[in-house]
């Protein structure tokens, strides 16, 4: 039983894997790998990232995974340290975004004793692990040790099942957890033992079908190739903020359209994950139109059951010049000059003075809907968001983690629920790992966007701020300052557009107050 030389050869497996940066939530059943990372970081081996929140950690890893591509570790203690987990985990499998999570645990002996901060965590994150492998300090021998982690990285990377996610590793370390005589980890060459599974395949469509482009939220290399594949063709492309291919030929405001253009489409090519709007989801769910789905992984997205080809790659014949031109210039009044902060303004300035080689990250709720009205902008930085689930948790802590793999300008547009949800990521980064990030709030008093959908109607007037608005009544500005961070108010499109021509240098929040109705 030798616990401290566990966690060595945990973190040696890492760097042999590839692993360079880990979050870490201190505990006790974890030291044997927390002195072994923290033996790595000083001699300049990873990059160690300490979270007192396993939430926050787990966010902030899946923004590092999101915006490097490559496999990002968590640290975690036992018991309810492990739960907190699972919210990131969902997304990560939703979105296909590499994360291996290393669950520390007592010995599995203990399990069902009441023994302190034990449970059956095992397996603990259900249908949301692409793998679950267990390590234990009292069985088996350092090659065993080391060769599992490397097919949880491998896992984890969806090098040969094309179909990367988070994958758990449960470790049961027995006291005694350290040891000052246990080396520290050594240097590691990073060797590829397997190749990878990818699919190559080109699918060429044929025939005069009118066709569109959906592009939904994706990577860079996707968002790209979508927009490639809209722009050889001549066909409208339909692209979601955080699709990185709204830009060029993009039509703007293309959900307006759809009612009025949708019913002639008959054949969708879709890129990543749309379903951001509701004409979006309508026209996949319809069984008139080829809907052919370009999908990286072994999976795909077709919400809709409606989908007649699944591919690796696409080709599309050219199409009609007069589709396009109708999808470009549908007519009606130019735009008038903004005056008002609203969520749509705010929005559309916020797109416009994203910068290449900055990122823009949307929160969910009203921000990345506003900003799917905003003008094209023709030089866009890179565009993220948390769209596996969509849900408002870990957006703090996702753009976070985004900013510290790109090491570049990084905005968010978010909500204050959305805000409030992930107040623990405010907590100033740790020394070394400084972030460039401004924070945009969109202070509309609660869930102003459930006024927009059926239970915002009149006969539900009694109910609507009890159950679903939820006012809170946070001063937002003076919590966020407590926390370290610059602060503003901003009251017109003036100021806002003074301080967006400037890139953030460090942590600052433009407080942005919406009306309530």
């Known amino acids: 039983m030798n616990s401290p030389l566990l966690g060595k050869v945990i973190v040696e497996a890492l760097l042999a894997s590839g692993v360079r940066d880990v979050l870490l939530a201190p505990g006790s059943r974890n030291a ?5 990372l923290h033996a790595a970081e000083t001699a300049g081996l990873l990059g160690l990232h300490v979270r007192i929140d396993e939430r926050v950690a787990a966010f ?7 915006a490097s591509g490559r496999v990002v570790a968590v640290v975690t203690t036992s018991g309810t340290a ?29 399990v069902g004793t009441g023994a302190n901060q034990t449970c059956d965590q095992l397996g ?6 692409v793998g679950v492998l267990r390590l234990a300090s009292g069985t088996g021998t350092e090659p065993a040790w080391r060769a599992t982690i490397t097919r949880a990285c491998a896992l984890a990377a969806g090098t040969r099942t094309r179909r990367p996610g988070p994958v758990q590793v449960n470790v049961e370390f027995e006291t005694p957890l350290v040891d ?122 077709d919400p809709g059951h409606a989908a007649a080809r699944v591919v690796d790659r696409v080709l599309l014949p050219p199409g009609d010049p007069a589709w396009l031109a109708r999808w470009r210039d549908p007519g009606g009044a130019t735009p008038r ?106 202070d509309d008093h609660g869930g102003a966007i459930f006024a927009s959908l059926e239970q915002g109607q009149p006969v539900f007037a009694a109910s609507f701020d009890r159950v679903f608005r939820a006012p809170q009544g946070v001063e937002l500005g003076s919590v966020v300052r407590s926390m370290g961070w610059r602060t503003s108010e901003v009251t017109c499109i003036q100021s806002l557009r003074q301080v967006l021509a400037r890139p953030s240098s460090d942590r600052e929040l433009l407080h942005i107050v919406l009306g309530q109705d």
């Open 32 to 36: 044997p790998i927390s002195l072994a």
């Open 60 to 66: 902030t890893a899946l923004g590092m995974a999101k």
């Open 82 to 110: 492990v739960g907190n987990l699972v919210p990131a985990a969902m997304e990560a499998r939703a979105s296909g975004i590499p994360l291996l999570l290393l669950t520390a645990d007592r010995p599995a002996h203990l």
């Open 124 to 129: 603990i994150l259900g249908p949301a692990a």
């Open 180 to 301: 000052a005589a246990t080396p520290a980890p050594e240097p590691q060459q990073v060797r590829p033992v397997m190749a990878p599974s990818t699919g190559t395949e080109v699918y060429e469509a044929t025939g005069t079908a009118r066709t569109v482009v959906l592009a939904g939220d994706a990577s860079p290399a996707v968002g790209a190739e979508a927009r490639a594949t809209a722009e050889v063709a001549g066909v409208p492309l339909l692209a979601e903020p955080s699709s990185n291919a709204r830009t060029g030929s993009a039509v703007p405001r293309y959900r307006e359209l759809l009612p009025v253009l949708g019913p002639e489409i008959e054949r969708v090519v879709v890129f990543g994950h749309p379903t951001l709007s509701r004409p979006v989801t309508e026209l996949l769910g319809r069984g008139d139109i080829e809907l052919i789905v370009v999908a990286p992984h072994a999976d795909w997205i």
């Open 337 to 442: 000059e903004p005056r008002e902060l609203t969520g749509e303004t705010v929005a559309a300035e916020v797109v416009a003075a994203t910068r290449p080689g900055e990122n823009l990250v949307f929160g969910a709720s009203s921000s990345i809907r506003y900003a799917d009205l905003a003008p094209v902008n023709p030089n866009p930085g890179l565009c993220w968001a948390n769209r596996g689930l969509a849900g408002i948790d870990g957006t703090v802590a996702t753009a976070t983690g985004i900013a510290l793999a790109t090491g570049a300008p990084t905005t968010l547009l978010l909500g204050d629920l959305t805000l409030q949800h992930d107040l623990g990521a405010l907590v100033t980064p740790d020394a070394g790992h400084e972030v460039r990030l401004r924070v945009i709030l969109l």
